[in-house]
Every structure is written in structure tokens, then in C-alpha cells.
């Protein structure tokens, strides 16, 4: 943090402190606070590079633009930014500016999955691999009550119902839970449903399933550690969960190509998430790497909730 003086001086600026409690709630681009803010961008990018200079703020790549967040502030910047929600006339319409920006970035990862909803399976996902399905499976304890979160059209929840007391398969995209309706109906399977829903908010009860599985999807969510924490909140004591998706990489095509959010997990960021919603007996592991270039590696971690 910088000098009390400086720090004073730079957020006396009543357009830095709305950018401020924009960027305390969520990572934003330079273009994104643009939208919401309806200022030019060398004038956010002035404010940002002030911001910067002064420790309140920091920012990490991301394809070819950079997202900031606030820094976690000291009492004193807590202090004013209270202050400054009550008193700067805009900090409200600033959220509700904010929360259509974010809706939109849902939009467009959700309108991919909407193009290409019904031919999902015959194209080439990365990470989505027989052998590291075949890994995951072997861990798997039949019968139970299962959530496949970030579903798609259901592939590995048909296999999963096969066995399974119950699958509850989740997705965003309406057209991919159209299709997996159908898919389920075809089949047979009467213990197989989809919901519409978020991985954030999941469509669940509180302690209702025995194993939380995101498949290739947890690099989908916004924000991968709320998606983890909800895990945690549906599933019953002892239950578990099995994440597989990607080693973390630098194909950074991956995001316009399959609207991916993030470029895959290390397992230090899997395990930390897993710590930090309170999971316990916790593995992770690279269990698969494609052969072809960019050579996407592939990582299962398992954890339980505490019994």
C-alpha cells in the first residue's frame, strides 16, 4: 500500500472511487468499465495506472486484454469506501451497470454452447478423453444420488445413470438440457434429470446428493471457487466430489473457440479451492495428455465433505 498522503490524493478523485467499488466486487476489463461507466478508455486506463501506482489495485493477463480487482484493502480504504457508496450519486447505477456486463460475458459463453448443442460429442472438446473418463469412473461408488454440474447435453450423466441411484445433470444452455432430455427419453433412463441452472446457484437442496462431478466444466464458471463452495453446500456429510478439466495452459484460443473462462487449474488451485470450501482427504492428479498439439493435459482431484 502506498504512503497515506498518495493513497488520499488518488482516491480523492470521485471517478477512481467508483471504479474502486466496482473492481472490490469483481474483476473487470478496461472494456467492461467502459460499458458501465460510459468513459472513454484512455481515461479508465489513466485512472487504472493511478490506481496501480498507488497499491489499491492489480491486474492478471487474460487472452489479450487484463481484468483488475481491488487490492485487499486496510481499514482506512475500507473506511472511505463505505462512505463513498452512500455518497457518490452513481455507486448504484455503477452495480446495476456492472451486473449487465457480467450477464453478458454468461451470455456469450452460453450462446456457444447453444450453437453447438446436439453435435457436442462429435466434435473435439480438450480434456474430454475415454481414458481419463475411465480413470474417474473406477473411483465411483454405486448406488447414489449424483450432480453432474455443467452437464452439456449429458454424455457422461447417461453413463453415470446406468449405475446410479439418481443423476441430476446441470447446465446453462436450454438447448443443451433440450437435447439431453431427449437423449435421456431415448435411452430409457426415467433416473436421469436435467435442470436448468448455474454451477454459482445450483438448482439443488442443501445436503441432497452423494457425489458433486463437474466434468470439463468447472473452467466454464465465472468464479470457479463459488462453484466449488456450492458443491459443498448440496452435497450430504461424507459426500464427495470429483472435478476433471484441464491442466493449466496457454492455448489461448480455447476461449473464443470453446468459450472457456479459465485456461485450466494447477493442482495447487484445485487442492486451495477444495481447502477453502472446507473439503477434506483431498487428491489431485494429471491422469491423461493428448497426443496432438496444443497437448492438453488432463487433472482429477477427489475430496469429502467432512462426515
Request: charged fraction near 25%; proline fraction near 5%; hydrophobic fraction near 45%.
Amino acid at each position: 500500500m502506498a504512503p497515506l498522503l498518495k493513497t488520499l490524493r488518488v482516491v480523492a478523485d470521485p471517478n477512481r472511487l467508483r471504479i474502486l467499488l466496482l473492481l472490490g466486487g469483481e474483476e473487470l476489463s478496461v472494456a467492461e468499465l467502459q460499458q458501465i461507466l460510459t468513459m472513454g478508455q484512455s481515461t479508465i486506463s489513466t485512472h487504472l495506472s493511478q490506481l496501480k501506482q498507488a497499491g489499491l489495485v492489480e491486474d492478471r493477463r487474460t487472452g489479450k486484454s487484463s481484468l483488475y480487482r481491488l487490492v485487499a484493502p486496510d481499514g482506512l480504504l475500507s473506511s472511505l469506501l463505505r462512505e463513498a457508496e452512500t455518497e457518490i450519486p452513481e455507486a448504484l447505477s455503477d452495480q446495476a451497470a456492472m451486473r449487465r456486463v457480467l450477464r453478458k460475458r454468461q451470455d456469450k459463453m452460453r450462446s456457444f454452447f447453444d450453437s453447438v448443442a446436439g453435435r457436442l460429442g462429435k466434435d473435439y472438446v480438450p480434456g474430454k478423453s475415454w481414458k481419463s473418463v475411465a480413470e474417474t469412473l473406477l473411483r465411483l461408488m454405486p448406488p447414489m444420488v449424483i450432480a453432474d454440474l455443467g452437464a452439456g447435453e449429458g454424455a457422461f450423466a447417461l453413463l453415470l445413470a446406468q449405475r446410479a441411484r439418481k443423476v441430476i445433470a446441470v447446465d446453462t444452455s436450454a438447448k443443451m438440457i433440450e437435447v439431453g432430455r431427449e437423449l435421456a427419453c431415448r435411452h430409457g433412463l426415467d433416473n436421469l434429470e436435467y435442470r436448468l441452472g448455474d454451477m454459482e446457484h445450483i438448482p439443488i437442496d442443501s445436503a441432497s446428493v452423494d457425489l458433486v462431478f463437474f466434468s470439463q466444466s468447472l473452467h466454464h464458471a465465472l468464479h470457479p471457487e463459488r462453484a466449488v463452495s456450492e458443491a459443498g453446500r448440496i452435497l450430504v456429510p461424507g459426500g464427495r466430489i470429483v472435478i476433471l478439466d484441464l491442466v493449466k495452459h496457454r492455448f489461448e484460443e480455447a476461449r473464443e473457440l470453446y468459450a472457456d473462462q479459465w485456461l485450466g487449474f494447477s493442482e495447487t488451485e484445485l487442492e486451495s479451492m477444495l481447502e477453502k470450501a472446507a473439503f477434506i482427504a483431498i487428491h489431485a492428479s494429471v491422469v491423461d495428455r493428448h497426443p496432438e498439439p496444443p497437448n492438453f493435459e488432463t487433472l482429477l482431484a477427489v475430496a469429502h465433505k467432512p462426515a
